[in-house]
């Protein structure tokens, strides 16, 4: 290495070219990167979906769930399978191991399921496959209002005309409407008539079918020119619909409109969305699986300009979210703190250097070690985000280590009299090993991280791979590009380095009292050296319990600028309640939450596969978006506790927030109790006791269990033998129950390119009441007709509103709604009070959610831990050839987890998976200053120095380096602790982390490595070996004394 440093100070020219192409790549890289919120990470979850309109829970788990869960159970790589059975739908969710390849697992599910799916009904929907891809969550919803147009028209206009413009802009996959009434044409047959005229449901639903076609009919040649011929039978308007001829009675056509009430209506509403109080419809936006979330978003927001201009009057257009605008904030908000962090370290060089054009050449090594880093980004495929950014300014402190190492070096060699070309190549050939050395313990410790399974492994591989390429950029910049600079900048003659003005006279003064303060009392404590490691080691001991006082979660919640809740009535209560209950809720946001600049509801029943985990139209999410964070006093976290409180007096609603975790695979959150067993009774006898047990926990308020209600249902018991009698089965006599309640979809109306279904079902009066149901009329073979009361008796029921199976066995889940408590704690005293309640046999319980996650990550980060530790310790060893001496430099590792866990304690700081990889990060730290040490004691040695002597001459040399590069590193970080702005809850755990166990280090390591290093020194030299081994940088030979 310092043949390349004699090489840039020959070569300064060529040195300096080369620089400005990587930084030029490095601009160019800057360019081609990708902008998002997290890292691209690919959540290894398959789903299926399948639909089977009005079938119940408890048939959908039987007909479709079980059959799937034993199909697809069998696939290797699968770690989890969750399913959950609600009202016409089944889901089935596969987690699989991660690393899994889900192209291949996700044609070994589809082979599967080709297998099953002559087990499932036919009328059940074909299983729908896809991966879970974060690019499902739109990254824009736009509100829809008018002040005159009825909810089925706006929707329409919705569907007919905006979701068209939308889809044309570049990157945006689909769009999809909700809320408004949906247009239908319905088919209302009226009960009398249609067994006077001995016509079924069934019957006239399959007439309009057979009148409403366009059908290719071949070519036709007329000369030389060819037709093509289309049959043209579909109906242009409502009109012709009601004029279809169904049947022909004595030479007389009856007409559909002699039998029923056709209308141009609307759908069984099944649910609604309010927008700050008022009905509207909401737009939500999809992007391609290749689109940058923030061009796409930004692409809709400036496109909405072009279709605002062209809107009806009445109509408004706005944004109720956008994700590119927190990504851009937090973004922003990071660049802001690294400027910042730059600063603080030219201050901090400033004040040590003693001169403006030392501090500048140092400076000069953070944007060619940043700029360039962009470089190996751009080839290593990684994006711009949270984390990458975080680890780029948490690098900002760091990579001008090196740098300060070989300038403190050099400066030592001009001031013995060298010249600038000299003492440039002579100072950086010195510590050149030093600092490649202390450079390799930071990256190793980050090798770790890149093998550890999981989400913790995925998200933090950018912030390992960013400061490992702006380190190993920034040794080379400090080899070759400072003493190019030195040789260049620094005068020719000799220079002692003397502050010139009074702020550098100050701060050198300050620091040469330091320094002879050090000294002094360095050499007094070295004869108690003992005493010291002591003292140190008793430290470490009583700081531990703080590690059971400090809370923990699994991932720092962010200030979003908005927040959902969720509201729940009873099962089976209709929507005009649920509407009511929604309007109460908005109305005490409006009152309680001045913050708030828009409200927006969606409650009911969902459709497809948005309401497959829907408890089933008894809930509905409002959602409050925020002002932004510098424009409130309040956070979003002090909003919904306050608002939370005030929502208890609307009667007969629960309210929970909804706390999604984005970095979990099921997006659970917080503390879930999952028991496992078959009987629902029972499970609902143990998921009360879980309640009363988890209630008892300090910081638990409420609790709520999925078994805490059922699902009103009237259920048709068969009269088999009857049916058979009149020579029928049970599934004519269902599929009849199910033409006249639910109707039969006979065909789509076309108006404008958008399809409406046309329904036909029996009139609405017939069939309000379940005496009604009992008296629709059934058609036998024979033409005749009965009331189904001659053919099944009703029964009212309370059936599950949905069935959870997790690896194919039923699971009731409780969960728990945390407030004044962490997690870990919360998840320990609740695993203890559960521990205590009698479980049956063949009944167990887990502790799931976010609580899972958090446990998975910790135990592997711990790993990494180690093995961090276990990577730095050989390569010391490598450095030191020795297996002793590197055990001196561990020591710092304990002393930094001290500090680390005092910081956290002193700032309320939980532990959580980014703590733990600042907690990483520190290992490769903190050994650095004692490597420097260390390795300049043993120099004074090798050059003939006593060892007493050598110690505190080495430490006192090297303590100005060590004490700039710790506060360069720390005060680069401040900003990043401070949690000022969008995002800073993400980042700020691992800046405290790095600062409170960097600071702590430092200061014990003056004195406990020394005196650690003067005990295992004397001992090995007691024992007869070299206690040295060291090879002067500087000598032709071993031993040669430069002293």
Not at 543 to 563: C, K, M, Q, W
């Amino acid at each position: 290495m310092g043949s390349l440093s004699k090489l840039a100070v020959d070569r300064p020219i060529t040195f300096l070219m080369s620089t400005l192409i990587l930084l030029g790549f490095g601009f160019y890289g800057l360019q081609n990167l990708r902008l998002n919120l997290y890292p691209d990470v690919s959540f290894p979850t398959i789903t299926v979906y399948t639909g089977y309109e009005g079938v119940a829970p408890e048939d959908i788990e039987t007909l479709v769930t079980r059959p799937i869960e034993e199909s697809v159970g069998s696939i290797s790589g699968i770690r989890k399978v969750r399913s959950l059975s609600s009202q016409g739908a089944s889901v089935v969710k596969l987690n699989f191991e991660w690393g899994t390849d889900l192209y291949q697992a996700e044609n070994d599910v589809r082979k599967e399921l080709g297998f099953v799916e002559r087990s499932i009904p036919d009328d059940a929907e074909t299983p729908l496959v896809f991966s879970y891809d974060p690019n499902q969550e739109p990254i824009v919803v736009l509100t829809l209002t008018s002040n005159a147009r009825s909810q089925r028209d706006l929707r329409t206009f919705s569907k007919q005309v905006l979701e068209q413009r939308l889809e044309r802009i570049n990157g945006i996959a689909s769009v999809e409407t909700s809320g408004g009434l949906e247009r239908q044409i319905n088919v209302q047959i009226d009960n009398e008539k249609m067994r006077l005229y001995n016509l079924s449901i069934s019957d006239i639903a399959s007439k309009l079918q057979q009148e409403n076609i366009q059908v290719p009919a071949g070519q036709l040649t007329e000369g030389n020119t060819i037709y093509s011929l289309r049959t043209i039978g579909e109906f242009k308007n409502v009109d012709q619909i009601r004029n279809t001829i169904i049947t022909v009675r004595e030479g007389q056509p009856l007409l559909l409109k002699d039998v029923a009430n056709v209308e141009d209506g609307i759908a069984q509403p099944i649910g609604n969305v309010h927008i700050n109080g008022e009905n509207g419809v909401i737009l939500n936006v999809y992007r391609q699986s290749d689109a940058n979330v923030v061009s796409s978003a930004n692409a809709v927001v400036g496109g909405l300009d072009d279709i605002k201009e062209s809107l009806p009057n009445d109509i408004e257009i706005s944004v109720l979210t956008n994700k590119a605008d927190f990504i851009e904030q937090s973004i922003s908000n990071l660049l802001l703190t690294g400027i910042q962090a730059v600063v603080l370290v030219v201050l901090i060089l400033l004040a040590f250097l003693r001169s403006g054009r030392s501090a500048l050449i140092i400076a000069i090594s953070i944007p060619v070690s940043i700029i360039t880093t962009f470089t190996v980004m751009d080839i290593a495929d990684l994006s711009l985000n949270i984390i990458s950014l975080s680890g780029l300014t948490l690098a900002v402190g760091m990579v001008v280590d090196d740098a300060v190492v070989v300038l403190e070096n050099i400066f030592r060699f001009r001031e013995q009299g060298a010249d600038r070309n000299e003492a440039s190549v002579k100072g950086a050939k010195e510590v050149a090993v030093p600092v490649v050395i202390s450079t390799l313990t930071t990256l190793v410790v980050f090798l770790p991280i890149l093998f550890v399974p999981g989400i913790a492994g995925f998200l933090f591989r950018d912030l390992a791979l960013t400061i490992s390429f702006s380190l190993a950029i920034s040794s080379l910049v400090a080899l070759t590009l400072i003493p190019l600079m030195t040789s260049q900048f620094f005068k020719e003659k000799a220079q002692s380095f003397e502050a010139k003005n009074k702020i550098a006279r100050f701060f050198s003064d300050i620091l040469n009292r330091v320094e002879s303060t050090y000294h002094q009392q360095l050499d007094k404590v070295l004869d108690r050296s003992g005493l010291v490691v002591s003292g140190a080691v008793v430290l470490f001991l009583v700081s531990l319990p703080l590690f059971y006082v400090i809370g923990g979660e699994f991932f720092p919640r962010v200030d979003e600028n908005a927040f959902t809740l969720e509201v729940q009535r009873e099962p089976g209560v209709n929507l005009f309640e649920l509407e009511r209950s929604i309007t109460q809720v908005e109305s005490i946001i409006q009152q309680e939450v001045p913050e708030a600049r828009l409200v927006v509801s969606d409650y009911g029943d969902k459709e497809g596969i948005e309401g497959a985990d829907d408890p089933g139209g008894f809930t509905g999410t409002v959602r409050v978006e925020l002002v932004p964070q510098n424009e409130r006093d309040r956070s979003q976290f002090e909003i919904t506790s306050s608002l939370l409180e005030k929502l208890q007096i609307v009667p007969g609603v629960e309210i929970q927030e909804i706390i999604i975790d984005p970095l979990s695979p099921d997006g659970e959150n917080g503390l879930i109790v999952q028991i496992f067993g078959y009987d629902p009774v029972t499970k609902e006898e143990l998921a009360n006791g879980v309640k009363e047990k988890l209630l008892q926990v300090d910081g638990i308020n409420s609790v709520f269990s999925t078994s805490d209600q059922g699902r009103p249902e009237l259920r048709l018991i068969m009269d088999r033998e009857r049916i058979s009698r009149v020579g029928m089965n049970t599934n004519q006599v269902a599929t009849a129950v199910s033409n006249a309640v639910k109707g039969n979809v006979a065909t789509a109306f076309v108006d404008q390119g958008v399809e409406f279904e046309v329904v036909v079902e029996l009139d609405p009066m017939d069939k309000s009441q379940s005496v009604d149901l009992s008296n629709i009329q059934i058609q036998t073979p024979d033409g005749t007709w009965m009331p189904l009361k001659n053919l099944a008796r009703i029964e009212r029921y309370s059936g599950p509103t949905n069935v959870l199976r997790i690896d194919q066995e039923r699971v009731t889940e409780v969960t728990a709604e945390l407030s004044g408590i962490d997690l870990k704690a919360a998840t320990a005293e609740a695993r203890g009070l559960l521990d205590q309640v009698d479980w049956p046999d063949e009944y167990r319980y887990e502790i799931a959610g976010t609580a899972e996650e958090q446990a998975e990550s910790f135990n592997f980060l711990m790993i990494a831990f180690m093995i961090a530790g276990i990577l730095t310790y050989m390569v010391m060893a490598s450095q030191f050839e020795s297996l002793v001496e590197p055990f001196i430099i561990i020591l710092t590792i304990p002393l930094a987890l001290t500090g680390v866990l005092l910081m956290l304690w002193m700032t309320g700081t939980s532990i959580s998976v980014t703590s733990m990889v600042g907690l990483i990060l520190l290992t490769g730290i903190v050994v650095n200053n004692g490597i420097v040490m260390i390795d300049y004691i043993k120099i004074l040695q090798a050059r003939g120095m006593e060892r007493h002597k050598a110690i505190a001459e080495g430490a006192t040399r090297r303590l100005r380096p060590i004490l700039m590069t710790a506060f360069t590193t720390i005060l680069s970080m401040v900003p990043l602790a401070l949690e000022l702005g969008s995002g800073s809850e993400t980042w700020s755990p691992m800046a405290r982390t790095v600062i409170g166990g960097l600071s702590m280090s430092t200061l014990l390591m003056l004195f406990v490595v020394p005196c650690f290093y003067n005990i295992i020194n004397s001992l090995v030299e007691r024992l007869g070996f070299d206690a040295v081994h060291k090879i002067d940088p500087l000598a032709n030979k071993p031993q040669e004394a430069l002293a």
